[in-house]
């Protein structure tokens, strides 16, 4: 038998030297060119901040002022077509609008007054 130092696949001990460490440890962690990018990410980072911001404001504007106004304007329109079709079944007489811009100009004021 031989020993296992005599083995027909010597390993041979390589290890890194301590300058090949230095080296490695002396390398900047990142390139100057990561330095441009990250403060063209906060630049972004910025503008989206005003971007979900404006779109804030606007979904306030929309919830607070256009859809309340506007489901005022149309649930009266609905209520008084549908008050006119039951009048119609209800009893036999004939429901005529003369002049439709009188009326909806009528149901946008009474929409608009308690605003």
């Known amino acids: 038998m ?3 130092s005599d083995s027909q696949y010597p390993i041979s001990n390589v290890s890194p030297t301590v ?3 230095d080296e490695i440890d002396s390398l900047p962690d ?5 330095d441009i990018d ?4 906060e630049e972004e980072s910025d ?3 005003e971007w979900k911001e404006s779109l804030q404001q606007l979904e306030l504007l929309l919830t607070m002022v ?3 106004y506007a489901g005022k304007y149309f649930g009266r329109k609905c209520a008084y077509w549908s008050w006119a079709k039951f009048m119609e079944w209800k009893y036999p007489v004939e429901i005529v609008i ?3 811009k009188t009326f909806r100009a009528a149901g946008a004021v ?5 605003l």
């Open 2 to 4: 031989s020993s296992p």
């Open 19 to 21: 300058s090949d460490q």
């Open 30 to 34: 990142s390139a100057p060119s990561d």
């Open 38 to 41: 990250d403060i063209e990410e």
């Open 47 to 49: 503008a989206e901040k």
């Open 66 to 68: 256009v859809v309340p």
């Open 98 to 100: 003369t002049s439709k």
């Open 110 to 114: 009474e929409a608009a007054a308690s």
